[in-house]
């Protein structure tokens, strides 16, 4: 099984797209390593995006489809759904 074996096949059947599983590892890689989600600015720095609008909207995605759980309106809250964390509510 791939690295994506469980989180790239999405609830509905289809698999994230090629930035999408870019910015999933990156969010994944991030609590590992610091214990806190990335900033988009972080996003957009480790990625090479241009646009902050294009990673939120991305993030959104990845909240929207099931790999990832954030508080809206919340800095650094977005994190991956198999994580172990406290509270973010």
Do not use: H
Request: include cysteine; charge should be positive; hydrophobic fraction near 40%.
């Amino acid at each position: 099984m791939d690295c994506f074996g469980f989180y790239g096949l999405l609830r509905y059947g289809t698999t994230m797209t090629p930035a999408q599983k870019e910015i999933f590892l990156i969010v994944d890689e991030f609590w590992k390593t610091y214990g806190f989600g990335p900033t988009i600015d972080d996003v957009m720095r480790l990625t090479g995006e241009k646009g902050r609008g294009n990673v939120a909207r991305k993030m959104q995605i990845l909240i929207e489809i099931g790999v990832c759980k954030g508080v809206k309106g919340r800095a650094r809250s977005i994190r991956p759904v198999g994580l172990r964390v406290r509270n973010l509510e």
